[in-house]
């Protein structure tokens, strides 16, 4: 195994164990896959808690899904398809994640947006979480309903289940649905005290031309 196998292996139990103790997944939700070259993807095996990875539980699978090297008896997650799609779809793309944090969950199971204006980070980072229509888990509905938010977000709300990230690295991916999770939380919070409320225009206009030299 090499250098960058080794170290993307234990990258991804390092994030199952951050949306694990972050309450981001419950019992054995949530699944984290990286892009190891063009065609091989890593991804976490099914029904195991994502806190409780092992580097060489990983499994190594092509881009249609095809197994490439695991364990003995260890399959890939039931929703790696939508993680395969997102590989297919977007060269730029190497790293996956999909979790249930419960404000974003909150939000996809309402079926609201997240695209207010609220504080300079969201602006700049991430101004609009869209809403991926409904799918069954483990169809191909899932990856047709996210297909449409490629290359232009990098994080969306699953309707009526969690929220899905990817990103250029898989740690950025797994930055991105912090970052989604704390844009929703902040959304509740603010609400919860009467105090939600948008910057002004040219105070967003400054913001947006701030952008590129955070390199997003
Ligand atoms: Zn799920």
Redesign the pocket.
């Known amino acids: 195994m090499d250098k960058k196998e080794k170290e993307l292996r234990e990258q991804i139990c390092d994030i199952g164990k951050n949306l694990f103790n972050k309450d981001f997944i419950a019992a054995n ?3 984290i896959s990286a892009r190891l070259s063009g065609s091989e993807i890593l991804a976490t095996p099914t029904a195991t808690s994502k806190g409780y990875l092992t580097p060489e539980s990983i499994v190594k699978l092509d881009l249609d899904g095809n197994i490439i090297e695991a364990q003995e008896g260890v399959k890939p997650s039931s ?1 790696v398809k939508m993680h395969l799609r997102c590989y297919k779809e977007m060269e730029e793309c190497n790293g996956v994640v ?3 944090p419960p404000y974003a969950t909150g939000f996809a199971i309402k079926g609201e947006v997240l695209d207010k204006a609220t504080m300079p980070e969201v602006v700049i980072a991430m101004p609009e979480i869209p809403l991926a229509e409904y799918g069954c ?1 483990s169809t191909e509905e899932i990856p047709d309903s996210v297909e449409p938010y490629f290359g232009k977000y990098e994080a969306v709300l ?1 309707e009526s ?2 929220a899905l990230t990817w990103g250029d690295t898989l740690m950025n991916a797994y930055f991105n649905m912090e970052r989604l999770e704390y844009i929703a939380k902040l959304t509740f919070i603010t609400r919860a005290i009467g105090g939600e409320r948008e910057l002004p225009k040219n105070r967003i206009d400054e913001l947006v031309a701030l952008r590129p030299q955070y390199g997003k």
Do not use: K, Y
């Open positions: 939700d949530g699944n929703e999909h979790a249930h888990p699953l289940h969690g």
